[in-house]
């Protein structure tokens, strides 16, 4: 099992810049996936192998991995962006796939 | 590109089994590697395993083997996910999945189905 350790809440005010950390040990040698997930909707995926955006997603939206931590930073935060976060990687030893608990982002 | 529809939600009895369905459309059926995610209410996403129908290879996690089963049916392009001898832990949305850009990931969704297990 590999855990992935995510802040349960992160606030921030409109137009400012949130960071949501996803920590793992040595996740840096893993890609990190990101996900949206607004409610009564299933994920979205808006960040994949780290730092490439997906179809569709602004570029406010950026990921980097470094150590034992992922980040996805959002930039410019607009209310719509309000929503559950979750990271998500693939082992490769036990070709599983986990997912961190997931970091609600409340756009204040 | 292929999309993903699944069925509605469903109540069952503790000790029941839910079958739930999820309909490709487009791209190609046969190729298509799809997994299950559950998320139960006010909780995370959970990766259940998954369904390669090309190799007829199904893998579940330590928590659902033996009582989860993922099928296809190639005649209607549809998924399958059965969960059997439910209890009230087992409550929550079930998501079919799949990769686009790369099998490490899941691009595609289905929009969840929701199980609620109640006597």
């Known amino acids: 099992s590999y855990v992935l350790t995510q802040p349960p809440s992160v606030s921030v005010a409109p137009g400012k810049t949130a960071r949501i950390t996803c920590g793992g040990n040595?996740?840096?040698?893993?890609?990190v996936h990101w996900y949206q997930q607004k409610p009564d909707q299933a994920p979205v995926v808006v960040i994949y192998?780290?730092?490439d955006r997906a179809s569709g997603i602004p570029d406010r939206f950026s990921g980097s991995n470094s150590g034992n931590t992922a980040t996805l930073t959002i930039t410019r935060v607009e209310a719509g962006d309000e929503a559950d976060y979750f990271c998500?990687?693939?082992?490769?030893?036990?070709?599983?796939?986990?997912f961190g608990y997931g970091t609600k982002l409340t756009v204040l | 590109q292929v999309q993903l529809v699944q069925s509605g939600a469903e109540v069952k009895k503790p000790g029941s089994s839910v079958k739930v369905s999820c309909k490709a459309s487009?791209?190609?059926?046969?190729?298509?590697?799809v997994n299950w995610v559950r998320q139960a209410p006010g909780q995370g996403l959970e990766w259940m395993g998954r369904?390669?129908?090309?190799?007829?290879?199904?893998n579940y996690t330590q928590s659902f083997q033996g009582r989860a089963a993922f099928t296809a049916d190639k005649s209607t392009a549809t998924f399958y996910m059965e969960l059997r001898n439910l209890r009230s832990e087992d409550s929550a949305v079930y998501f079919c999945?799949?990769?686009?850009?790369?099998?490490?990931?899941?691009?595609?969704w289905g929009q969840g189905s929701r199980i609620t297990v109640s006597s």
């Open positions: 040595n996740i840096e040698t893993r890609s």
């Open positions: 369904l390669i129908p090309v190799l007829d290879l199904a």
């Open positions: 192998y780290d730092r």
């Open positions: 998500q990687v693939w082992d490769a030893t036990t070709d599983h796939y986990f």
């Open positions: 487009g791209g190609n059926f046969n190729t298509f590697i």
């Open positions: 999945a799949g990769p686009t850009l790369a099998p490490i990931f899941f691009g595609l």
